[in-house]
C-alpha cells in the first residue's frame, strides 16, 4: 500500500501520514488534500502539514 509520510517540524521524525489504496485510480498527491492537516508524532509534537509537506516513499 503507497504511504505519503511526514517529518515532524519539531524532532524531525518521519513517520506515515497517509495510506493510499492499492489501485488507487487518483494521483497518489491529491490524496493529501483531502485529510486533516494536523498530525502528531510519536514524540507528542502536534504539527500543521501543507500538501508539499507530504513525501511519497512507496
Avoid at 498527491?29 to 513525501?55: F, I, P, Q, W
Wanted: net charge negative; proline share 5%.
Amino acid at each position: 500500500m503507497p504511504m505519503l509520510m511526514l517529518k515532524c517540524k519539531t524532532c524531525g521524525e518521519v513517520f506515515p501520514g497517509i495510506y493510499v489504496p492499492e489501485g488507487s485510480d487518483s494521483d497518489i498527491k491529491s490524496a493529501a488534500t483531502s485529510v486533516d492537516t494536523l498530525h502528531t508524532c510519536s514524540r507528542g509534537h502536534n504539527n500543521e502539514y501543507a500538501m508539499a509537506d507530504y513525501m511519497d516513499w512507496s
